[in-house]
């Protein structure tokens, strides 16, 4: 089901609107972060934001209400006023949870307590703090786990599943391969292929 549909007019804004969804963690359907500005050349002016987090590029069609580039660019920016939102993984967020309950101590002791932590934490002792003070423009939420499909071919390399042209493939390349929730991966799993998880 598609969540946004995006009519740009040049190779900048095609650009732009990429970048913004890659930012919020968005991929290709095919599962690449790239710009594929080949699409752009060949005249799609079309950039979809379907409702499994995956990117796909279209020409000019009736069946979609695009946004232009300008609308969708002053949404971004009132959105971006909005609360900053964090990704971490599980364990962060519930250590972090655990120093924002500060059970049995004050606030500051509790962070005092977890400076090791909270500093070796990549997100920068700002924002963290800010979170733990109940600053409502910071947030932090769990990252959504990523699988991919892997198997052992004939020749006993490792290969995984990726799509080409919308149809499922297989590379040597694990950067390539399809990335996907769990259950999205599940679908497309067979008995020749194991389901691995991807590393943060």
Request: proline fraction near 2%; glycine fraction near 6%.
């Amino acid at each position: 089901m598609t969540k946004t549909v995006v009519h740009v007019t040049t190779l900048e804004q095609w650009k732009s609107v990429l970048d913004v969804w890659f930012k919020q963690g968005y991929r290709w359907n095919f599962g690449s972060k790239s710009y594929h500005e080949g699409y752009f050349e060949r005249g799609q002016r079309l950039i979809r934001l379907i409702s499994n987090g995956r990117i796909l590029q279209g020409s000019l069609s009736l069946t979609f209400k695009p946004v232009e580039y300008s609308e969708f660019m002053e949404k971004q920016k009132e959105d971006s006023k909005m609360a900053t939102v964090y990704e971490v993984s599980q364990s962060v967020f519930d250590e972090l949870q655990r120093i924002k309950a500060h059970e049995g101590t004050s606030l500051i002791g509790a962070i005092t307590l977890n400076a090791q932590l909270i500093k070796s934490i990549e997100i920068g002792n700002k924002a963290i703090l800010r979170y733990l003070a109940d600053d409502p423009a910071i947030e932090f939420k769990v990252k959504e786990t990523l699988h991919r499909l892997s198997r052992v071919d004939d020749a006993g390399d490792k290969v995984y599943m990726e799509f080409t042209c919308g149809t499922p493939d297989w590379d040597c390349v694990k950067d390539n391969a399809f990335t996907a929730p769990l259950g999205e991966i599940k679908k497309w799993q067979t008995p020749a292929w194991e389901i691995e998880k991807v590393d943060d």
